[in-house]
């Protein structure tokens, strides 16, 4: 997979070339301090992976983004988690942040390479030369779904790929525009995806999770104590807002 590093700290750029030259499946096909000097090769469409700062002088890698009209994969790389939504917004393959460690670098290579093949693979002709037996078993698809137990889980799209996730494991959800925090119980950070408090509310069954807030959904068995400005999970304290509170005091039995 031929890829390129940009940064415009000589130090930090030798450090990702560096690591870049470990990775069997990875060609180093030029390291850039500027993102001007680079576009030539990106433009002619010999590169398929972008290791790219955010903050440098001339141009940022998000503004240098913008201009790609139809850029490869990306992996971000920064010393500043504040733009991680930012990166999101450009469907990066992921976001490193300095000092990266190799473990986490050859995780974010790995993703990319994974999606690297899943493209090369939707491109080869003829692999599903009849389309119609495919046709039919999806459309029993739904007589077996009902068949299947209650659902304990659902799906979001989060850094490429389908997390599934427990709903006994949610603690609560918050809502940034058009993105989600999903907090559980088996990680310490935040699960970021790409959807509205809206969207996300759907995926929840109404008997374990409740909208408190325009900004916050949480898990009913969860809370550990509230009023009715505010509650807690745990140590974390969550708004309530006055439009919501009669709605959620029906569906938590306090009414």
Known sequence: MRCIAIDDEPFALELIADDIRKIPF??????FNNPLDAYDLIRRGQVDLIFL????????GLQFLRTLTN?????LTTAYEEYALDGYTFDVVDYLLKPIPFERFLKAVSKAYDL??????????DR???P???????????????TLPEQTFFFVFSEYQEIRIFFDDVLYVEGLKDYVKIYTTQ??????SRLTLK???AKLPATLFCRVHKSFIVALPKITAFQRTRLFIGNQEIPMGSSYVDEFERQYGVQ
């Open 128 to 130: 599903f030369p009849d």
């Open 26 to 31: 990875l060609e180093l096909m030029g390291q």
């Open 53 to 60: 700062d955010i903050q440098m002088p001339t141009l940022t």
């Open 199 to 201: 969207a996300i509310e």
């Open 187 to 192: 990680q310490p950070r935040p699960i970021l």
């Open 71 to 75: 850029p490869p994969m990306v992996i």
């Open 116 to 125: 690297f093949l899943l493209r090369q693979g939707r491109t080869q002709p």
């Open 132 to 146: 119609q037996p495919v046709a039919e078993p999806v459309e029993q698809a739904p007589a077996e779904a009902a």
